[in-house]
């Protein structure tokens, strides 16, 4: 157990849907970030958030939105899903804001499928 | 902008056998740390090692190796004696200054016993 708990672990929903995919880091940690890992696309840092403030953007589409709450558990909202939005989405923390020595440590994923 | 290669995407191997994955990256910073995370097929990422730009000695942890080589901007991973638990995609991945880590495309390594 890594200590980043991610729910759900599977998820199946339908084109048009909304999902909420939820993250708590590990104890301490107070950054949170969230990855994509899809078959063509391999793994894609989509948004950064530290105690509550976004830090970074990747390449993460309009349609998607992240917050990091003050007790630093982290939401990604996934709306007007698509089939091509089936992937693996991970969220990582670390101990501190984005510097070189962070070690990301990895939640177990979300795997979601869109039908 | 930073990028990583991982050219080999898949690497099969009978148990035993050493095996080399091979990540090269670019990056035009003078600071900046190398990563090996593991994806087994239960799906979890796993950290393995973090290397910074300035210390280019070798390590070696067990079975594994990693051979880190800024003339040729190289940070190889070895398992010697491959095992069937060592299935799984092995991810290169770079970080410099306050950007995200950029991962390479996996190598996926299958040892048959």
């Known amino acids: 157990d890594s200590g980043v708990t991610q729910t759900p672990k599977h998820l199946i929903t339908a084109t048009g849907q909304r999902v909420t995919l939820r993250c708590s880091p590990r104890s301490g940690d107070l950054s949170v970030y969230w990855y994509q890992q899809s078959l063509d696309q391999g793994l894609q840092f989509l948004i950064q958030?530290?105690?509550?403030?976004?830090?970074a953007k990747g390449n993460i589409l309009e349609r998607f939105s992240a917050q990091q709450f003050p007790d630093l558990h982290s939401e990604l909202n996934l709306s007007s899903l698509e089939l091509g939005d089936s992937a693996l989405y991970f969220c990582?923390?670390?101990?501190?804001?984005?510097?070189?020595?962070?070690?990301?440590?990895f939640g177990a994923g979300s795997r979601l499928t869109v039908l | 902008a930073q990028k990583v290669t991982q050219a080999q995407t898949e690497i099969s191997v009978v148990e035993k056998e050493d095996v080399t994955l091979d990540c090269v990256y670019e990056?035009?910073?003078?600071?900046?740390?190398l990563f090996w995370y593991k994806q087994p097929p239960s799906g979890e990422l796993v950290f393995l090692i973090r290397r910074n730009s300035f210390d280019e000695q070798n390590e070696i942890s067990g079975r594994y190796s990693w051979n880190f080589q800024k003339s040729t901007s190289s940070f190889n991973f070895t398992i010697t004696a491959s095992q069937v638990v060592d299935s799984a995609v092995y991810f290169c991945a770079l970080i410099r200054g306050n950007t995200p880590l950029v991962f390479g495309k996996g190598t996926r390594l299958s040892v048959i016993a």
């Open positions: 990056t035009r910073d003078t600071t900046y740390y």
């Open positions: 990582a923390s670390s101990v501190v804001r984005g510097s070189g020595a962070n070690v990301l440590t």
């Open positions: 958030y530290y105690n509550g403030e976004e830090r």
